[in-house]
């Protein structure tokens, strides 16, 4: 069984291509209608639209409520230690952590799409007709109850985690903007509300995360892999599955990024309490096991079939050359060596090596740096946090004035 050219692929009789709806039962994608099409790249209109519907959700209702706030928007006094307008954390969180998430959420079934649609128009994967009709109803089914599991178990997250800033920001005497005095201001009410929403959705983009790998596990299952040993992408024609699982990693290194401000602008302004920590802790070890999950959740499915064809492949050569070097050991003592079988074994040698250097991952040397420098990245910048805190004040003296 060696690779054959896509244009052999009699997909018209045998091969039927696999293309499941994963948005049934999400609220989410409900707004955006749009997000609902496999398209052949998320439309600029979609990408923009889920920003400014973030954005307006959040980051606008906050800022009004916070200029209505009878607390000063960036001056440091009294019991305030952190104006809204220096809360760096808050800023990010809801003008790039939460749109991102959002647009990623609402693209992710066009990425889905996409990714198996280019790889079966290649021909890297073919599945039979038969099979086709039973693997979509069964994934639509069930994307439909992740759907509804991920939207009220982020409705739980959400409520805990508005609760414990609650807890932590307004029982506690911090200095934070969304109370004074131990009393909540109503941007204090704005701001759970916030952290309600942004919290929901991290749960819902990680669930469907990991269904999406379950499903690609499925579709190799009952899929033919023809890996394509020169294919440019260097992946064997497998680098769109690659990019879907550098694509889930770029959401949560985004997050990461919001663990390391809200723990750099904790410290630096904020009396911070135990309880502060042991959310920054918790999200800090949540982000560094779920990360590899769900950048290598659906690459492994493909790993198992890569490795399993190349094996296949290396041990029908193995088992030719074997023959046909039996074959020519009884032909050595009468000479009977022709120059076809000097040409035979060379083919045979030619298309081994050719075999052995058959990618065993869908994804090369550049996607994984990419995932490692995104992976890492958030990790790097908590390790500086102590590092900047006591290095600033000795190369800027006037920083303490500034913060006080």
């Keep these: 069984m060696l690779p054959v050219p896509a244009s052999e692929i009699d997909s018209a009789a045998t091969v039927e291509r696999f293309h499941a709806d994963t948005t049934r039962g999400s609220l989410l994608h409900r707004l955006a209608p749009s997000s609902r099409h496999d398209r052949a790249t998320p439309s600029l209109s979609l990408i923009s639209g889920a920003y400014l519907l973030a954005m307006t959700a959040t980051f606008v209702p906050l800022l009004v409520a916070a200029w209505l706030s009878p607390l000063p928007l960036i001056e440091v006094s009294g019991a305030l230690k952190l104006p809204f307008l220096r809360d760096w954390n808050v800023a990010f969180m809801f003008l790039v952590s939460f749109p991102t998430l959002m647009a990623l959420t609402l693209s992710d079934q066009q990425a889905l799409g996409r990714s198996l649609r280019r790889v079966q128009d290649d ?4 599945i039979a007709a038969g099979p086709v009709a039973g693997l979509i109803t069964r994934w639509e089914e069930a994307f439909r109850r992740v759907n509804y599991v991920g939207q009220g178990l982020g409705a739980l997250v959400g409520l805990a985690l508005a609760v414990a800033n609650y807890r932590t920001y307004v029982q506690e005497p911090v200095g934070f903007w969304i109370a004074t005095g131990g009393t909540l201001l109503p941007v204090g009410y704005v701001y759970l509300v916030c952290i309600w ?7 819902v983009y990680v669930l469907r995360s990991v269904a999406i790998s379950f499903l690609m596990r499925d579709v190799v299952a009952h899929a033919e892999l023809r890996i394509l040993p020169l294919h440019p992408d260097r992946c064997g024609g497998l680098r769109p599955v690659g990019r879907l699982g550098l694509r889930n990693q770029y959401g949560l290194s985004v997050f990461g990024v919001n663990v390391v401000l809200l723990a750099a602008v904790s410290t630096i302004y904020l009396k911070v309490p135990p309880s502060l920590y042991y959310m920054i802790a918790a999200a800090s070890v949540a982000y560094v096991f779920v990360g590899p999950i769900v950048f290598m959740g659906p690459l492994l499915a ?4 890569m490795l399993r064809l190349k094996t296949e492949l290396m041990s029908e050569v193995a088992q030719r050359l074997r023959r046909e070097l039996t074959r020519i050991r009884t032909q050595i003592t009468s000479g009977e060596i022709s120059r076809e079988d000097e040409e035979l074994l060379d083919r045979l040698r030619k298309i081994g090596a ?4 058959l990618p065993v991952w869908p994804f090369d040397a550049s996607t994984l740096r990419r995932f490692l420098t ?3 990245l958030p990790a790097l910048g908590a390790a500086c946090v102590p590092l900047l805190k006591w290095l600033f004040p000795i190369l800027f003296p006037q920083f303490n004035t500034w913060l006080t």
């Excluded at 493909?302 to 079939?305: I, K, T």
């Excluded at 050719?354 to 250097?357: A, H, K, L």
């Design 123 to 126: 021909g890297v994967v073919s």
């Design 354 to 357: 050719v075999i052995d250097e």
């Design 302 to 305: 493909f790993r198992g079939g």
């Design 374 to 376: 995104a992976y890492v």
């Design 197 to 203: 929403m942004f919290y929901t959705l991290i749960p």
